[in-house]
């Protein structure tokens, strides 16, 4: 098995059932678990242990109710180990003393409760026909009278568990870059998801699933490898050699009369459903869970749910239309981005005149009739010297010849009458030589 799995698997440690503890406790003081419920509320016991819900993820997380109103969930939920041994209504009766829940070391080298395994050991599974007749026996038969139909949807609300005994080699595949195989000799009581519809079926066989089952009660193992609820395992009739080995040996199918129920898992039920002088809700509960009425809405809800699939599928294509088109106009607007960029690069090569200086625009235009080619060039010489400073330093000449030289038509003598003319006419007024006749103001 994976290593990670079992590092998250090894959280639990610090956590146990909450009915664990409220069978411990009725054992040792010789009450009934209802009587434990209420000595531990007499006690203030949600002042002082926090009932957790372990999720998908092996992360704990606090259980929205409190410990009265658990139910059937006593089995899904847990007490933190630190809390519990720090709560002297229940340490007093010595549950939990070293002795009673001895720890042994695995070939891993990590620590399990051996006498979890031993409590698997002496719990009794009833087959299916086992389990009608204990459920018929000890509920009111006035009430309701369960039959293999009650028993599945029982199953299905997970309030009872089906599985099947196997006793042989167990196998994984280790998911490595080689995939390879690792298989053990395994005692246990296995379970899969669709094993829950089996039981109202009336086929001679049961199909065991291709992703491999799941461990519902271990019984016996060699190593450390394997624990409770460990899935993805596969069954065979002989030890594989190697994986072409496997799809031959590999065990496909069970008798359905091999299906059985933890008659512990039963026994919680059945007092989950007593009615209680003191609480109603029980009685109320047990029968609104056996009414007729209620199973049959099982089926409605399921042809609901289908046609919920059916909506959600077709909510699914208009998405993935949509998808196609949002992609079309992504690609539409990346290319009017580019040809954004294509325009906003033409428009910074132009003069950075004021857009709606219509004269100053008239006069760079060379397509005008009266257009002067030596007057756009003083305008343009003007302001990438003195207004967008795009030149080096220097006397005007210089740096009026050099921009001449690289933005004109004109030969490249300082003597040249253009040269000199575009020279001469941006100079600015500080830079008037003597000779250099000035504006008489009027």
Same mark, same amino acid.
């Given at each position: 098995?994976?290593?990670?799995?079992?590092?998250?698997?090894?959280? +639990?440690?610090?956590?146990?059932?909450?009915?664990?503890?409220?069978?411990?406790?009725?054992?040792?003081?010789?009450? +009934?678990?209802?009587?434990?419920? *209420?000595? !531990?509320?007499?006690?203030?016991?949600?002042?002082?242990?926090?009932?957790?819900?372990? /999720?998908? =993820?092996?992360?704990?997380?606090?259980?929205?109710?409190?410990?009265?109103?658990?139910?059937?969930?006593?089995? #899904?939920?847990?007490?933190?180990?630190?809390?519990?041994?720090?709560?002297?209504?229940?340490? *007093?009766?010595?549950?939990? $003393?070293?002795?009673?829940?001895?720890?042994?070391?695995?070939?891993?080298?990590?620590?399990? &409760?051996?006498?979890?395994? *031993? @409590?698997?050991?002496?719990?009794?599974? !009833?087959?299916?026909?086992?389990?009608?007749?204990?459920?018929?026996?000890?509920?009111?038969?006035?009430?309701?009278?369960? &039959?293999?139909? @009650?028993?599945?949807?029982?199953?299905?609300?997970?309030?009872?568990?089906?599985?099947?005994?196997?006793? /042989?080699?167990?196998?994984?595949?280790?998911?490595?870059?080689?995939?390879?195989?690792?298989?053990?000799?395994?005692?246990?009581?296995?379970?899969?998801?669709?094993?829950?519809?089996?039981?109202?079926?009336?086929?001679?066989?049961?199909?065991?699933?291709? &992703?491999?089952?799941?461990?519902?009660?271990?019984?016996?193992?060699? #190593?450390?490898?394997?624990?409770?609820?460990?899935? /993805?395992?596969?069954?065979?009739?002989?030890?594989?050699?190697?994986?072409?080995?496997?799809?031959?040996?590999?065990?496909?199918?069970?008798?359905?009369?091999?299906?059985?129920?933890?008659?512990?898992?039963?026994?919680?039920?059945?007092?989950?459903?007593?009615?209680?002088?003191?609480? &109603?809700?029980?009685?109320?509960?047990?029968?609104?869970?056996?009414?007729?009425?209620?199973?049959?809405?099982? $089926?409605?809800?399921? #042809?609901?749910?289908?046609?919920? =699939?059916?909506?959600?599928?077709?909510?699914?294509?208009?998405?993935?239309?949509?998808?196609?088109?949002?992609?079309?106009?992504?690609?539409?607007? @990346?290319?009017?981005?580019?040809?954004?960029?294509?325009?906003?690069?033409?428009?910074?090569?132009?003069?950075?005149?004021?857009?709606? $200086?219509?004269?100053?625009?008239?006069?760079?235009?060379?397509?005008?009739?009266?257009?002067?080619?030596?007057?756009?060039?003083?305008? =343009?010489?003007?302001? $990438?010297?003195?207004?967008? +400073?795009?030149?080096?330093?220097?006397?005007?000449?210089?740096?009026?010849?050099?921009?001449?030289? /690289?933005?004109?038509?004109?030969?490249?003598? #300082?003597?040249?009458?253009?040269?000199?003319?575009?020279?001469?006419?941006?100079?600015?007024?500080?830079?008037?030589?003597?000779?250099?006749?000035?504006?008489?103001?009027?």
């Amino acid at each position: 098995m994976s290593i990670l799995i079992d590092e998250l698997e090894a959280r +639990k440690n610090d956590y146990i059932l909450v009915a664990d503890v409220i069978e411990a406790m009725a054992n040792a003081t010789n009450s +009934k678990p209802n009587d434990v419920v *209420k000595y !531990l509320n007499a006690h203030d016991v949600d002042e002082h242990l926090t009932v957790f819900y372990m /999720g998908e =993820n092996y992360n704990f997380y606090q259980y929205n109710g409190f410990l009265v109103n658990v139910g059937n969930d006593a089995n #899904t939920t847990y007490f933190r180990m630190s809390d519990i041994v720090a709560f002297e209504p229940i340490t *007093k009766h010595g549950i939990f $003393d070293d002795k009673q829940t001895p720890l042994v070391n695995d070939v891993y080298g990590r620590t399990y &409760d051996i006498s979890q395994y *031993k @409590k698997n050991r002496e719990d009794d599974y !009833l087959t299916s026909s086992e389990a009608l007749d204990f459920l018929n026996h000890n509920t009111d038969i006035n009430i309701s009278s369960y &039959d293999y139909k @009650k028993l599945r949807d029982l199953a299905r609300k997970k309030l009872i568990t089906p599985c099947f005994y196997f006793s /042989g080699y167990v196998g994984s595949f280790t998911g490595g870059h080689d995939n390879s195989l690792h298989t053990e000799i395994i005692t246990s009581y296995f379970t899969y998801r669709l094993l829950t519809e089996e039981v109202y079926n009336s086929d001679d066989y049961m199909k065991l699933p291709n &992703d491999g089952v799941k461990i519902y009660r271990l019984l016996e193992k060699q #190593t450390g490898e394997y624990v409770d609820y460990d899935d /993805g395992l596969f069954l065979f009739f002989e030890k594989p050699s190697n994986l072409d080995d496997a799809e031959k040996l590999k065990l496909t199918h069970m008798e359905a009369d091999e299906i059985r129920f933890s008659k512990r898992e039963l026994e919680s039920y059945i007092t989950s459903i007593q009615p209680d002088n003191d609480n &109603d809700d029980y009685f109320i509960e047990h029968v609104k869970l056996v009414n007729d009425d209620k199973l049959k809405q099982l $089926d409605s809800l399921k #042809t609901e749910n289908d046609k919920l =699939n059916a909506r959600l599928n077709k909510a699914s294509d208009i998405y993935r239309q949509n998808q196609s088109e949002i992609k079309e106009l992504k690609a539409q607007l @990346k290319k009017v981005n580019a040809d954004n960029a294509v325009l906003n690069e033409q428009l910074s090569n132009k003069i950075d005149a004021p857009a709606d $200086d219509l004269t100053l625009q008239t006069i760079l235009d060379e397509s005008h009739n009266e257009h002067a080619p030596d007057l756009k060039h003083a305008i =343009n010489l003007r302001i $990438d010297l003195y207004i967008n +400073k795009g030149v080096g330093g220097g006397s005007h000449s210089a740096m009026a010849n050099n921009w001449i030289y /690289g933005n004109t038509g004109y030969e490249s003598s #300082t003597e040249s009458s253009p040269v000199k003319r575009l020279r001469e006419i941006t100079t600015p007024l500080k830079d008037f030589g003597g000779q250099r006749p000035k504006e008489v103001k009027k």
